[in-house]
């Protein structure tokens, strides 16, 4: 029944009926919510890839074909936005010296320490910056955020072995940068 339902107001909306659309927001949501809510562990952060999964679907039912439940295709999109969103939380968050991580690092040294340190989180941004996207996503999150390969590989949907070689590209990639004089 649900099935059915669902292919109902799926066609509807993409016959250009914005209830439709409205309708299975209203029957869905709380279920995205909740779902990201489980793995993010934040309102903010879930009403956030919530909101991202709503326009992900706006863009997107047009290629939903009706292989699986309409749920389940739900699911996947909100897993993989959800994934998505601590990725980038933790690449931000290691990234950013906050004020409070500062003091700390200035309690516990001295101000030249404190310069030395944050020269050394700009050198590790500008190197990373410098090697190519796919071979940075693979080193960091398997270096800080401290992920397997088939946990990247779920992530990402790329095979291991691919992931593995852009790994070892960015270490040699990195390696090279870091010995350059200019550091």
């Known amino acids: 029944m649900e099935f059915v339902e669902d292919k109902v107001l ?21 279920k995205i919510y909740w779902h990201a809510r489980g793995m993010l562990n934040n309102h ?9 999964v709503i326009i992900v679907l706006y863009k997107k039912l047009h290629t939903f074909n009706f292989e ?4 389940t295709w739900i699911y996947r999109i909100t897993s993989t936005r959800t994934l998505n969103f601590i990725r980038m939380k933790k690449v931000k968050e290691f990234f950013s010296i906050s004020d409070e991580k500062y003091d700390e690092i200035r309690s516990e040294s001295n101000i030249q320490d404190d ?8 050198r590790i941004e500008q190197v990373l910056q410098k090697i190519p996207t796919k071979q940075r996503e693979v080193f960091v999150m398997k270096n800080f955020e401290e992920l397997d390969y088939k946990e990247i ?25 870091l010995n350059e004089k200019n550091w």
């Open 10 to 30: 799926v066609k509807e909306f993409l016959n250009g009926n914005e209830i439709a659309f409205k309708k299975l927001v209203d029957k869905y949501s709380k």
């Open 115 to 122: 310069f030395e340190h944050k020269d050394e989180i700009k």
């Open 153 to 177: 590989s779920e992530i990402t949907g790329k095979s291991v072995g691919g992931l593995k070689a852009n790994y070892f590209h960015a270490l040699k990639k990195i390696t090279e940068l």
């Open 44 to 52: 903010f952060d879930a009403d956030e890839v919530t909101q991202e």
């Open 68 to 71: 699986s439940n309409l749920y």
